[in-house]
């Protein structure tokens, strides 16, 4: 974890915050990770809102999961009042989770008929995967290098991004990273189709074939490539010749992120065989899914079958319709491109006179801001991007990085995010690259 807390410095940190970290590290162990230099402790949130126990804000420009806000009040009720009501599993006849998936299914091509739940996205891209194979009769997954699609033990093996020591499946077969930044728009599609296909080949040459083809197509982890628009659709129809299926991972690109669609793939003109989604989906209450075509499932369905005890239960199908019905009545997704052009257009005006900004890219709100060495060599910059990262940090504005070198700054809000708090991002931002050494 790059954007991270070394254990080594607690000799830097104030009484308090050293005593807190102490205790974390003797009640939870080595495995769970710390944001930033300075680690900072939260005690609420409302809206685009953190704060701590000083009643200080934080602008959080990082966080998707409470998609519609912190603490929205209609999820909070939505949630209470099904709490108080009724909490229990699929298994018995309720109408929440058909009105759920009635309000869902719209929103997908015609094609996507069923919705299947989980707790997480790491869930749903477990359970994709075991449908993909099912369905195939086939092993093998294609990513991209630096893919990140859960924490779970088969879905760990195919998320790249967790790092060299985490193993991936001999299964797995990774294609380059689909960089706009150094890569002819113009050519990215063909290129990227071209590399899967090598993939394919290697897959069948050594007997497992493709079962899968999985894609973030905001491609987060990657360090956020959005543009051009349709480069995915070469690569759909390499996945589908191989008799593969393509999975559109939309826990991070979905719910009106990339603005000018309501999922990610829609902007490349894809149509998926399944679509997972987490994340977002219940505004931080743990509620994923995966939408797909009837016959990947039928089979299934009859020779597995499935269940999950707390996927889409009551109390996760009341938050996860609150907060689709906050996106919608609020006009989310306008905001998110509203906002989102906005914000590109400032940052891209700081990169005229920052010559360590190489790019800014992305859609909706969901940004990338690339830091290199040297414009015309485009040599990534991480440390760069980890002082920016930690010093917005210290002016209060929560922000992270990504990509293979972590040089590209990862600007991912609530979609509430608003015009007054895109202006402090940028403004902090300003103050922050000055403070650098050689600022400019």
């Not at 804000?57 to 209470?80: E, F, M, S, W």
């Not at 229990?88 to 989770?97: A, E, F, S, V």
């Not at 399944?274 to 075509?293: C, D, H, Q, R, S």
Request: charged share 20%; glycine share 10%; hydrophobic share 40%.
């Amino acid at each position: 974890m790059v954007n991270g807390f070394d254990p080594a410095r607690l000799d830097t940190l104030d009484e308090g915050t050293r005593q807190a970290v102490m205790r974390r590290q003797a009640l939870l162990g080595p495995a769970y990770r710390l944001m930033y230099a300075d680690p900072v402790a939260v005690v609420r949130g409302a809206g685009t809102k953190l704060y701590d126990g000083a009643g200080r804000d934080y602008l959080d420009a990082y966080n998707n999961v409470p998609a519609v806000g912190h603490a929205h009040p209609r999820v909070v009720d939505a949630i209470h009042r099904q709490l108080a009501t009724l909490c229990t599993h699929t298994r018995y006849i309720q109408d929440g989770i058909l009105a759920y998936a009635d309000a869902i299914l719209p929103t997908f091509e015609d094609h996507i008929a069923h919705v299947m739940f989980t707790c997480t996205g790491s869930e749903a891209n477990d359970l994709a995967l075991r449908i993909a194979r099912h369905h195939t009769g086939r092993d093998g997954v294609i990513v991209t290098s630096e893919a990140y699609h859960g924490n779970s033990l088969a879905t760990a093996g195919f998320s790249p991004s967790l790092g060299a020591k985490s193993p991936l499946g001999p299964w797995v077969r990774r294609v380059p990273t689909p960089d706009s930044y150094r890569l002819a728009p113009e050519t990215l599609g063909s290129w990227l189709a071209a590399e899967v296909q090598k993939q394919v080949d290697d897959l069948e040459r050594h007997g497992g074939g493709l079962a899968a083809f999985y894609a973030d197509s905001l491609f987060s982890s990657d360090g956020i490539h959005a543009d051009p628009a349709g480069f995915l659709a070469p690569v759909a129809e390499v996945v589908r010749r191989a008799g593969g299926l393509f999975v559109a991972d939309e826990v991070q690109a979905g719910f009106g992120r990339s603005g000018d669609r309501f999922w990610g793939y829609q902007r490349h003109g894809v149509t998926p065989d399944i679509v997972t989604m987490g994340k977002p989906m219940g505004n931080g209450y743990p509620v994923a899914g995966l939408a797909l075509a009837p016959r990947l499932v039928d089979r299934f369905g009859a020779d597995l079958r499935y269940f999950n005890t707390f996927g889409g239960n009551t109390v996760a199908i009341a938050a996860a319709q609150a907060t689709l019905d906050v996106i919608r009545d609020e006009g989310l997704q306008a905001n998110a491109a509203a906002v989102g052009a906005m914000l590109r257009a400032g940052l891209r005006e700081l990169a005229t006179r920052f010559e360590g900004i190489g790019d800014v890219r992305g859609a909706g709100l969901y940004i990338g801001v690339e830091f290199v060495t040297d414009r015309r060599t485009k040599a990534p910059d991480s440390a760069t991007a980890l002082a920016v990262t930690n010093g917005l940090r210290q002016r209060r504005v929560l922000i992270s990085a990504t990509g293979f070198h972590a040089n590209t700054l990862k600007i991912r809000p609530p979609l509430v995010f608003s015009r007054a708090d895109a202006d402090r991002l940028l403004s902090e931002l300003e103050a922050t690259l000055l403070d650098l050494p050689g600022g400019r």
